[in-house]
């Protein structure tokens, strides 16, 4: 059973920004870590960043310096803010648990083109 739901996507130039959400309709962020993965067309889901319960960040190399996740506990939220958008960056984000992960949502999707 689903328990996330992934907003906040849409289209934007190469350069603009874009604030994911990530909300838990139950409990299942609790205190594990909680990350942010994405899939291009024709490619395979990938990690990007994640957030400990203590707020601890963690970022794949290629997003390090425009992306930032955060997370707030009272809300059961998680969002990922990129800056400086890339054509590259084009995929359907989703959010999970990094371990053990759960069911996957439905994501959002992020087009990134001039």
């Known amino acids: 059973q689903v328990q996330v739901v992934e907003s906040g996507g849409g289209f934007v130039q190469p350069g603009g920004s874009l604030r994911l959400s990530c909300v838990d309709s139950?409990?299942?962020?609790?205190?594990?870590?909680v990350a942010w993965y994405r899939q291009a067309p024709g490619k395979q889901r990938e990690w990007v960043a994640s957030v400990a319960f203590s707020n601890t960040t963690y970022y794949t190399d290629s997003v390090k310096g425009r992306f930032t996740i955060s997370r707030d506990k009272a809300k059961k939220a998680v969002y990922l803010q990129m800056n400086s958008l890339k054509p590259e960056d084009t995929a359907v984000y989703y959010c999970?648990?990094?371990?053990?992960?759960?069911?996957w949502g439905q994501g959002t999707q992020v087009a990134v083109s001039s």
């Open positions: 999970n648990r990094r371990n053990p992960p759960g069911p």
């Open positions: 139950g409990n299942f962020f609790g205190s594990y870590v």
